[in-house]
């Protein structure tokens, strides 16, 4: 069974940063595309961001420019900046995994942004 355990979240002002880590209990490698995404209270789970095996990367226009994806092979780790958080950013965040038709999720880390 696969896990995925986000980490980062927390309550930081307007205008603040954040990083998120997502660590996998095996190797990403073995995923296709990996991703991240949100839901804000009252809303659907919304995709923010994804990267591919190669690394090729693709965010939600909403967030284009305040985003980035990255990931670091030797820790099992997918992470998500973001930077310059608004109010409407707070939700809580999933990392998500695809393997073939399969997708695992992790169990989502809190972002509360504070005007």
């Known amino acids: 069974q696969v896990q995925l355990v986000e980490s980062g979240g927390g309550l930081v002002q307007a205008g603040g940063s954040l990083r998120l880590s997502c660590t996998a209990s095996?190797?990403?490698?073995?995923?296709?595309?990996m991703g991240w995404y949100r839901r804000a209270p009252g809303k659907q789970r919304d995709l923010v961001a994804a990267?591919?095996?190669?690394?090729?990367?693709d965010y939600t226009d909403s967030m284009k420019g305040r985003v980035t994806i990255s990931r670091d092979n030797a820790k099992n780790t997918v992470y998500l900046q973001i930077n310059n958080l608004k109010p409407e950013d707070t939700a809580v965040y999933y990392c998500?995994?695809?393997?073939?038709?399969?997708?695992?999720w992790g169990t989502g880390t809190q972002v509360t942004v504070s005007s």
């Open positions: 095996r190797s990403i490698l073995s995923f296709g595309d």
């Open positions: 998500s995994a695809w393997q073939g038709q399969e997708v695992y």
């Open positions: 990267i591919l095996k190669d690394g090729t990367t």
